[in-house]
């Protein structure tokens, strides 16, 4: 439990001290109150006052504040090359767009400010002499691991429905669960979330895969899945796609979240699970036996990967990094030194790595009998990697013991015949049919331009 002389860092008590010494009241309130309960340093601080915004700025006036939000009441100060959101304490007036208050009313009552907030354990306040202030017992409900509303949820989510996901958020990073009238207003009120901006939405569940418990994860997404086809449509027909088939135990949806399971904490790789097989009720077919298969699924999955990341508004890289792996997942896993080295021409290290991560989790989602074969695949990946990483093979043209300069001077003319020249031999050492050694490489660079020069003569 946070004590009342826990010392905060040296430029928040500053802010702090700053406000007070103009007669005003100030506290730090919100998510950085929550993580110090929980042992967590805060990544952010915000600090709540009774001083209005303009008297903030003039506190401030030696250093230089942006003014963004001083329509709700917020100013935010650069202290020292860091930034601190000041607000001031207010009551919210309507809510018509379901996101933002319409007007907002300054008020000096510290609690009333508290009891707009979205859930009890981001509704408490501290100060280094006075100690915590909660008012809604968001201590009680960290220590029940508990996600609540103040007030009353309905309430609360028809102001603004992106705390619903920031509540399963909550719930998903910090392994809570939501109260029953807070989970169960989340539900109803789902549909609000079409009134909020993807951009939003796509913010708060890059925080939620960033949880170090994938199967709190697991958990919030396969109990609120109602809410969830809302921002992810393409789920419901995973939900219901079963798979008869010896390799598999469970329906698309059910392995996916078996697979998301085993996930490290990397949100690429989480966006991979989650989309790897989404192609596969469009490419469902069922042969004589009964047995059903997803001819070209892969390329289908991709293709609405892409579709959904674009519609989130993510960013070019994240995009390109999933559709890659989608892409990659589906291609035989490089068990050998040639298969390998070519992956490894094409793709970076990460990629590579973030590829069999992929490859454990789709295993440990399907049928433990049939997937010896597979997880042993798995291990002899990892291992050619590293081996070939340990030797530093030559995978590029830039690794080559031999140059452009060196084929001029044992007589191939310039121009494009020593760029193809130098892709031979990057070939021919990849495969490992010499040695990546000067002498052998002039040796065969002379060979292959003989040979040139022959083809050459023929087709004349």
């Keep these: ?18 406000l007070e010494q103009h007669g005003f009241t100030a506290y730090i309130v919100g998510g950085c109150v929550r993580d110090l309960l929980l042992g967590v340093v805060p990544h952010d601080w915000d600090i709540c006052t009774s001083a209005l915004p303009a008297q903030i700025k003039k506190i401030f006036s030696d250093c230089k504040t942006l003014d963004i939000g001083e329509k709700h009441g917020t100013i935010t100060v650069i202290f020292e090359k860091k930034t601190y959101e000041i607000t001031t304490y207010r009551i919210d007036g309507s809510y018509t767009d379901h996101r933002k208050p319409d007007t907002v009313m300054y008020t000096d009552n510290l609690e009333e400010d508290l009891r707009r907030r979205d859930f009890t354990i981001n509704a408490m306040a501290f100060h280094p002499q006075k100690g915590i202030l909660d008012y809604f017992r968001g201590q009680e409900d960290l220590q029940l691991r508990c996600i609540r509303c103040v007030g009353n949820p309905q309430t609360r989510f028809s102001e603004d ?20 009238q807070t989970a169960s207003a989340a539900i109803q009120l789902r549909k609000l979330l079409q009134k909020i901006s993807t951009e939003r939405i796509d913010a708060e569940f890059q925080k939620m895969l960033q949880t170090s418990t994938p199967s709190a994860l697991v958990t919030v997404l396969r109990e609120y899945f109602p809410i969830w086809t809302i921002i992810f449509p393409e789920w419901n027909s995973m939900k219901w796609c079963t798979q008869n088939h010896p390799r598999h135990l469970y329906s698309v949806w ?70 890659t792996l989608i892409r990659l997942q589906e291609k035989p896993l490089p068990v ?10 094409q793709e970076d ?64 003319p310039e121009g494009p015949i020593i760029g193809k020249t130098l892709q031979y031999l990057l070939e021919i050492i990849v495969d490992e049919t010499i040695p990546n050694t000067r002498e052998a490489l002039i040796t065969a660079a002379q060979d292959y331009y003989q040979n040139e020069i022959r083809q050459h003569i023929i087709k004349k």
């Design 349 to 412: 290290v990460t990629t590579i790595l973030r590829l069999f991560d992929i490859h454990q989790a789709d295993c440990a989602g399907q049928n433990p009998m049939t997937t010896v074969t597979y997880r042993k695949d798995i291990q002899l990946a990892r291992e050619c990697l590293q081996q070939l990483l340990q030797e530093k093979a030559c995978l590029h043209l830039k690794d080559l013991q031999i140059s452009g300069k060196d084929l001029l001077a044992i007589g191939i």
């Design 254 to 323: 059910e392995h996916t979240l078996h697979a998301l399971e085993q996930t490290p904490n990397d949100p690429i790789i989480r966006w991979v699970i989650l989309f790897h097989d989404s192609g596969k009720p469009m490419t469902k077919s069922t042969d004589s036996n009964g047995i059903d298969h997803f001819i070209g699924h892969a390329a289908v999955s991709e293709t609405i990967a892409r579709q959904v990341l674009i519609r989130l508004h993510a960013d070019k890289k994240r995009i390109h990094d999933v559709c």
């Design 1 to 18: 439990m946070l004590k009342k002389h826990w010392k905060l860092p040296k430029n928040v008590t500053e802010c702090l001290y700053r």
């Design 336 to 345: 050998t030194r040639k298969s390998m080295k070519r992956l490894m021409m």
């Design 161 to 180: 429905a992106l705390r619903i996901i920031r509540g399963l958020r909550f719930a998903a990073y910090y392994s809570f669960h939501l109260e029953q």
